[in-house]
């Protein structure tokens, strides 16, 4: 699964166009144009909310977008997602490469999937934002107004304590060829940590404002998100979704809550919830599913899900649990499936037999809601409880 990341430049950019200059109009900010064509301003080098050239070390390739998305597990069969279109950030899978993990693996891929395509429909106007110059006054930076999709966009960035290298920062829309005022529609802050590309903050998508000044968004609620990322390469994300959908016309608006935990690159661990149909069950009737996965590289796959709703009776929950090893095909994983009560009694112990470090059980939760985030998961950032407004505050 290619997953993209969040790192941190400058001042102006172009991902795809070399501009012959760029600046910033403070004299005490330096803006220069690096080999790849983007323009990089000093004062903001190390806490800007996009990268559009993070080198992932487990997919040993360029990967924008990543201390905000949510990873699940590295397959070597390059099975990816695409997006409908551009203008239409609906993830679907990628027919031309198909997949053969096993399915808890490809419900747990779809539901990372969906999240982050939220988080694609935020930092898609910021990176088209980057290809424009920006204007400086003082300790504040703005982008645009420039159109994207089907949106006229703004996206501003502020320097709040230059001590604590702490920065805020706000996107709003209005619609395309409009003059009228603008809606906030994305937000986050961000204390750089000891090292360039890491520390920790917040993000925000408000798909609903998004959505109403772009007829092209389909995401629809509110996406809000705690985020650290730390010097020794660990991402912890605790997520929480509220209405929300990557498109109503294909999946259900959910509240639940999500974390993941990216250690180095040597392992995933994460807790993710999805509306979908399981293939063992009577119906195409589709259950409330909260799956915990744990990837280890070299190793393999353990995925643990309870699932409630759809065809599942009242005061009982279906839980299956898959393991696999490195290679993810599904003609060699292992799987069981158990019918318990929904307060977690009555179930047997699992039979699997599983790589060593994966023989444990995780069985979830079944509260899309509950606080319930992967075993030996460090300290979790707070979750914002309202959109982050770009003061940093």
Request: charged fraction near 15%; include cysteine; charge should be negative.
């Amino acid at each position: 699964m290619l997953k993209r990341g969040l790192a941190f430049l400058g001042c102006a950019a172009s991902i795809a166009t070399v501009f012959a200059a760029a600046s910033c109009s403070s004299s005490t900010t330096a803006c220069a144009v690096n080999s790849s064509g983007v323009a990089v301003c000093d004062t903001y080098a190390s806490a800007y909310p996009y990268d559009y050239a993070y080198y992932d070390p487990v997919y040993a390739a360029p990967v924008p977008y990543y201390p905000v998305y949510v990873d699940t597990y590295y397959d070597p069969y390059g099975y990816s997602y695409v997006y409908a279109a551009n203008t239409a950030p609906t993830p679907i899978a990628d027919a031309a490469v198909g997949s053969n993990v096993p399915e808890l693996l490809d419900k747990a891929h779809r539901a990372a999937n969906a999240i982050d395509a939220g988080v694609r429909a935020a930092l898609d106007p910021v990176g088209a934002l980057m290809k424009t110059p920006p204007t400086q006054n003082g300790d504040t930076v703005v982008y645009g107004p420039a159109d994207h999709g089907g949106g006229n966009y703004q996206f501003t960035m502020r320097r709040v304590s230059e001590s604590e290298k702490r920065f805020g920062w706000k996107l709003e829309a209005r619609a395309a060829g409009s003059s009228g005022s603008f809606a906030q529609v994305a937000g986050g802050t961000i204390r750089v940590g000891d090292q360039p590309r890491r520390g920790h903050g917040v993000f925000g998508v408000d798909c609903d404002a998004m959505s109403g000044a772009d007829a092209s968004v389909t995401c629809r609620g509110t996406l809000l998100m705690g985020f650290a990322h730390t010097n020794d390469g660990d991402k912890i994300l605790n997520v929480g979704l509220k209405a929300y959908t990557p498109d109503a016309s294909v999946a259900m608006p959910l509240d639940a809550n999500v974390f993941a935990w990216r250690h180095g690159d040597t392992a995933n661990r994460v807790r993710l919830v999805t509306r979908t149909n399981l293939s063992g069950t009577a119906t195409d009737a589709q259950e409330t599913v909260a799956i915990k996965l744990t990837w280890i590289k070299d190793v393999g796959v353990r995925a643990d899900a309870a699932a409630t709703g759809g065809d599942v009776a009242q005061g009982e929950m279906h839980v299956v649990s898959t393991c696999v090893p490195a290679d993810l095909d599904q003609s060699h994983a292992m799987t069981e499936t158990r019918t318990c009560n929904s307060d977690g009694s009555g179930c047997t112990g699992s039979s699997l037999s599983c790589a060593s470090d994966l023989q444990n059980p995780a069985i979830p939760n079944p509260d899309a809601m509950a606080s319930d985030p992967p075993a030996g998961m460090p300290e979790m950032p707070s979750e914002p409880a309202a959109m982050p407004d770009g003061s940093g505050n």
